[in-house]
């Protein structure tokens, strides 16, 4: 059977920071037009959800409140950075921020919720930051935010959270390194030629939770199909395992062409493990997955990357 597909999209849904900085707003509009252009969303397949802002009470679910006092405050200022260098502040950058995480709380509600089969958030995925600290033009960890949100509001046990981006998720990682009921595959480059650094095959999880998690660190230069002869290992590890939601995070910095990474992918990566994930999300989680974007600094690839992922979810499984 074919699936709808709910988009978060709204104007002021457009995180990021001012040019010349990598990660800024025009991305969005790259994405939205090509979306536009979909067959699928012309047929209805793919439909506009609004957004909303995530409260401090749901922030709170996984930051500390010292640390957000410490964004609203510099929010407020408008100026300095929020970490040792990447992430700019702004006036304001409180307030895209949690709106970024409320909408990919909207998308995981529209899923649970039934409007919607799946759902995608393009300004999500901000997996850099920590409980108490913004990194790697991170503010808020929407996808660590969803996973407290899912067990608070609808006891969910389990979770799957799947990461492509070119740069190691760390911020979910070490967040749930120790946590045996947050399984965790994350394909990326080496973390010896990007940053974070982190994110090595060796990194399987702590204490009770070893085993849970799969670190696969890609050589720069590798190609699409040096990612794909992964995919088995990872279907093997998904099939073993029970789970409430997928989570995942679809960062577009590994094409080729991405001015910020090493590796040299196609499109057909983010296709073939959706599928996947979409697979797995039926078979055992009732169709509950949530999508998120990421990184991306080629704005081509990013509409390219994202769009493939929204097509993907709305066809057979």
């Known amino acids: 059977m074919t699936c709808k597909v709910g988009v978060v999209i709204g104007e002021n849904l457009k995180y990021g920071f001012p040019e010349p900085h990598p990660l800024n707003y025009r991305r969005y509009e790259y994405f939205t ?8 969303y012309k ?13 401090d009470e749901e922030l709170l679910l996984f930051h500390t409140r010292e640390y957000l006092e410490y964004v609203k405050r510099v929010s407020e200022i408008g100026y300095g950075y929020l970490d040792y260098g990447d992430t700019p502040a702004f006036k304001g950058v409180y307030e895209v921020s949690a709106l970024s995480v409320g909408a990919t709380l909207r998308a995981l509600e529209a899923v649970i919720n039934g409007e919607v089969d799946h759902a995608f958030n393009p300004s999500g995925g901000l997996h850099h ?6 990194a790697g033009f991170c503010v808020f960890n929407d996808p660590a935010i969803a996973i407290e949100y899912s067990r608070k509001k609808y006891g969910f046990k389990k979770f799957l959270y799947v990461d492509i981006d070119a740069h190691h998720g760390d ?3 070490y967040s749930y390194e120790d946590d045996p009921t947050v399984y965790i595959v994350d394909i990326h ?14 990194e399987k999880g702590k204490g009770e939770a070893y085993g849970t998690k799969i670190n696969i660190p890609l050589k720069p230069f590798s190609d699409t199909n040096t990612v794909l002869q992964y995919i088995p290992k990872i279907k093997e590890f998904i099939e073993n395992i029970e789970f409430d939601l997928i989570i995942f995070q679809c960062g577009a910095d590994g094409l080729e062409g991405d001015p910020l990474t090493h590796l040299r992918y ?19 989680c009732k169709g509950r997955i949530i999508a998120t974007g990421g990184g991306g600094y080629n704005f081509n690839n990013v509409a390219k990357a994202w769009v493939t992922v929204v097509e993907t979810l709305t066809k057979e499984y």
């Open 33 to 40: 037009n090509l979306l536009f252009e979909s067959n699928y």
């Open 43 to 55: 047929q209805g397949q793919i439909i506009k959800l609004e957004p909303r802002r995530a409260s």
């Open 129 to 134: 930051a920590y409980r108490y600290k913004a």
């Open 171 to 173: 911020g979910v990682y």
């Open 189 to 202: 480059e080496d973390g010896r030629f990007l940053y974070p650094g982190t994110g090595f095959e060796t």
């Open 266 to 284: 196609s499109p057909k990566v983010h296709e073939e493990i959706t599928k996947l994930l979409h697979k797995f999300a039926h078979e055992k």
